[in-house]
Every structure is written in C-alpha cells, then in structure tokens.
C-alpha cells in the first residue's frame, strides 16, 4: 500500500513537472512574440514620424506655391 501510494505520488510530480515545463515553454514564446510585437510597434511609430515630417514638409512646400500665386494678383 505505501508503494502504490509513493508511485501516485511519483505520478503526480511527473505529471507537475511536465506541466511546469510546457508553461516554461509557452511563456518564453509569449515573451518573444511580445519582444517581436515590440519592435514592430517600434519601427512602425519610427515611420509615423516621418510620414509627419514629410507631411508637414509637403504643407510648406504648398504654402509657398499658393503664396506665389497669391502675389501673381491675378483676376
């Protein structure tokens, strides 16, 4: 009886023991996913700044245009 209860036991803490492992495993996959989702959150708020900057270089370039028309003073 004190056997079959050590080999339930050893059972059980096999079993734990593979569980850990496989959370071991799917949390280090979690963490680089995150890393990858990270970066890619990264570059792409890089590309945002200077969609801006060309926006906002655009936006001058065609202030000075429509000022050139402006002091054409045509009818």
Excluded at 5 to 24: G, M, P, T
Excluded at 37 to 61: A, F, L, T, V
Aim: charged share 45%; aromatic share 2%; net charge negative.
């Amino acid at each position: 009886m004190a056997l079959d209860n050590l080999e339930q036991l050893e059972a059980r803490i096999d079993q734990l023991l593979e569980r850990h492992e496989r959370i071991k495993r799917e949390k280090e996959l979690a963490e680089k996913k995150l890393q990858q989702k990270e970066s890619e959150s990264h570059q792409m708020k890089g590309q945002i700044r200077q969609y801006e900057r060309e926006r906002s270089e655009i936006r001058e370039k065609l202030e000075k245009i429509l000022g050139h028309f402006e002091r054409l003073d045509l009818p």
